[in-house]
């Protein structure tokens, strides 16, 4: 009974988990076992957004904040001839990106790098698609960081913003704990609109899932 009793109080939540290990950079152990989670925990929204898109072949794609690299692993059943690039800021999420695609990069046709939003590695106009899923809530400049995006995109190419919340009414009270706790960026829809026109995209849709707290943004270069 005392060995059951102690196994009890020692585990620990989910919640837990994800406050130690950081939604914004994940940390650790705990940071590495949280992405592995938000892997299937975000397919459902990923999925979603990626039927806005069209990717050909041979295509050069971008995962901005690639986290533990589900949505690259995705993006990647429909590159053939093209390269995906992944980029995030913490060093845990770049060793999980690469362990799930561990054949892609190992075969050439994918890379994850580290680096900052803030100041993309790349060249000017160099991706003919790129994606964020689940990480605009933590840019530190949004409005700068989308000017950022649109320079490395090439002319005619498309950008796809995708989160799992946004802000409008009727959030419940926990998803509103949740934007407190973790200091989210949750624009309206008509803010997310103004962002993207101020960043210099054009032709901008914006996707809401009836049912759901689901937006998928979409501008072009």
Same mark, same amino acid.
């Given at each position: 009974? +005392? ?18 290990? /950081? ?15 938000? /892997? ?6 990923? +999925? ?15 995962d901005i904040g690639c986290g533990g690299g589900a949505t690259l692993k995705r993006m ?90 946004? /802000? ?11 934007? +407190? ?24 849709q914006i996707h809401v899932k009836e049912g759901t707290d689901w937006i998928c943004v979409?501008?072009?270069?």
């Amino acid at each position: 009974m +005392c060995n059951i009793h102690t196994a009890k109080k020692t585990e620990r939540t989910q919640e837990e988990i994800t406050i130690s290990g /950081n939604p914004a950079k994940p940390q650790g152990e705990d940071g590495a076992t949280m992405l592995k989670r938000m /892997n299937e925990s975000h397919s459902p929204v990923t +999925c979603w957004a990626l039927e806005h898109w069209q990717i050909a072949p041979e295509e050069e794609l971008l995962d901005i904040g690639c986290g533990g690299g589900a949505t690259l692993k995705r993006m990647g059943e429909k590159i053939t001839t093209g390269h995906l690039t992944g980029i995030d800021y913490s060093p845990v999420s770049v060793k999980t990106s690469l362990k799930t695609n561990r054949q892609d990069v190992e075969s050439g046709k994918m890379k994850v790098l580290e680096g900052s939003v803030e100041a993309l590695p790349f060249a000017d106009d160099g991706f003919d698609k790129i994606i964020t899923v689940e990480s605009f809530y933590f840019w530190p400049d949004p409005q700068e960081n989308l000017k950022e995006v649109r320079r490395v995109l090439k002319e005619g190419g498309t950008f796809l913003l995708v989160a799992d919340t946004y /802000n409008k009414d009727g959030l419940d009270p926990k998803t509103l704990e949740n934007i +407190c706790r973790f200091h989210l960026f949750t624009p309206t829809a008509e803010e997310f609109r103004k962002l993207f026109e101020k960043a210099g995209f054009t032709d901008i849709q914006i996707h809401v899932k009836e049912g759901t707290d689901w937006i998928c943004v979409e501008g072009k270069k």
